[in-house]
C-alpha cells in the first residue's frame, strides 16, 4: 500500500496549483487524509484534513485560500491552492497519519515540491 502526490511545482506569488494525492493498494475513501509540509530546516507543518465524507478544516495559514476535496471513484484526494505566497514553499505530503504528526506513523508519500518565488 502506498500513497503518491504529484501536481507540485514552481509558481509565481498569487499563481495556483492543484496536487493530488493517489493510493494504491488500499482504499482512499476510507481514510482521513491530512495534508502536510515541510520547509527546509522547518518541522512538519499540518495544512488541512479532509474526512470521509468531505469535511474539511485547514491550518489558520492557509483558510481561504487552499481547498481539500476528494474523488474517491479515483482513490484520489486533492489540493487546491490559491493565491499561493512564498511561504507556502514546502515539500508537501498526504497521509493518513494523524495529529500529532508522526512519518512513523500511517502510511505517507514521497511529497512533491512546491515552490514560490517571483
Known amino acids: 500500500a502506498q500513497l503518491v502526490e504529484s501536481g507540485g511545482g514552481s509558481v509565481q506569488p498569487g499563481g495556483s496549483l492543484r496536487l493530488s494525492c493517489t493510493a494504491s493498494?488500499?482504499?482512499?475513501?476510507?481514510?482521513?487524509i491530512n495534508w502536510v509540509r515541510q520547509a527546509p530546516g522547518k518541522e512538519l507543518e499540518w495544512v488541512s484534513g479532509i474526512n470521509l465524507y468531505g469535511v474539511t478544516t485547514y491550518a489558520d495559514s492557509v483558510k481561504g485560500r487552499f481547498t481539500a476535496s476528494r474523488e474517491n471513484a479515483k482513490n484520489t484526494v486533492y489540493l487546491q491552492m490559491n493565491d499561493l505566497k512564498s511561504e507556502d514553499t514546502a515539500l508537501y505530503y498526504c497521509?493518513?497519519?494523524?495529529?500529532?504528526?508522526?512519518?512513523?506513523?500511517?502510511?505517507w508519500g514521497q511529497g512533491t515540491q512546491v515552490t514560490v518565488s517571483p
Open positions: 493498494g488500499f482504499t482512499l475513501s476510507s481514510s482521513y
Open positions: 497521509t493518513t497519519g494523524g495529529r500529532p504528526l508522526s512519518r512513523s506513523q500511517g502510511y
